[in-house]
């Protein structure tokens, strides 16, 4: 559960208290959570960042409505077939990873449609896939395709590679059933932003040094957290 070790820059530390107070706004309670925040930022014991943790949930715990509710998505939930998937999993105990299906209707009854495969942010410890719900409504609705938003599990309840694993295992499944799901298995693309396309980013890794890399065909990221540069990638 600890942040890598090292030192964060002075800038880049003042750039997230400016963020902060841009986006996260408030009461005066929440600025004082903010001020909080920023000084746990540089600390690296656990309890520091157990309490970093519960702070960040509580600040992001608005961002469902103000995403959702953005004028922008009006009209988008009429669009789209809402289904849901559990994918069964045993890695870390009995779990049944969590999917929504968002299916335009325009694609209901066709065969061989392609697939995102969607992993959201949070920094892998906060949030859900219901904060990008109307998004990715709606990115499927302009990319004609069949978009499946994973609730994998978090940390630090959820130990890394196990909230990767949950990811990999809703891949592996859609792969698997892709006949089924009207899916066509060699149009499948796995992305994620944020922590979520980090995750994303080293599952791809993991994919492409093993037979399982026809698992996915493309990559999308949105800002992972990473220093590699990865662009939209077709295998050959």
């Not at 994973?150 to 949950?166: F, G, S």
Request: glycine fraction near 8%; hydrophobic fraction near 40%; charge should be negative.
């Amino acid at each position: 559960t600890s942040k890598p070790a090292g030192k964060m820059d002075d800038d880049v530390v003042a750039n997230i208290g400016t963020l902060m107070k841009k986006y996260m706004a408030g009461t005066a309670e929440a600025k004082q959570a903010q001020e909080r925040m920023k000084e746990l930022l540089v600390k690296e014991d656990d309890e520091s960042n157990l309490e970093y943790i519960t702070l960040f949930r509580a600040q992001v715990a608005g961002f469902e409505p103000m995403i959702n509710n953005n004028p922008v998505f009006h009209g988008v939930p009429e669009q789209i077939v809402t289904t849901s998937l559990a994918v069964p999993t045993d890695h870390d105990g009995n779990f049944d990873v969590p999917a929504e299906v968002y299916t335009p209707k325009t694609l209901l009854g066709e065969n061989k449609r392609a697939a995102y495969i969607f992993a959201h942010g949070g920094g892998a410890i906060a949030m859900s896939g219901a904060c990008v719900r109307k998004p990715l409504s709606k990115y499927a609705i302009e990319n004609d395709l069949v978009v499946f938003n994973v609730d994998y599990r978090l940390a630090p309840e959820t130990k890394c590679p196990n909230n990767i694993k949950d990811f990999y295992e809703v891949i592996k499944y859609v792969h698997l059933n892709a006949e089924s799901l009207g899916i066509d298995p060699g149009k499948i693309c796995i992305g994620g932003n944020s922590g979520g396309g980090t995750s994303v980013l080293v599952l791809w890794c993991y994919l492409l040094s093993t037979v399982r890399a026809r698992l996915s065909n493309w990559l999308s990221l949105e800002y992972p957290w990473s220093m590699i540069t990865v662009s939209l990638t077709l295998l050959s």
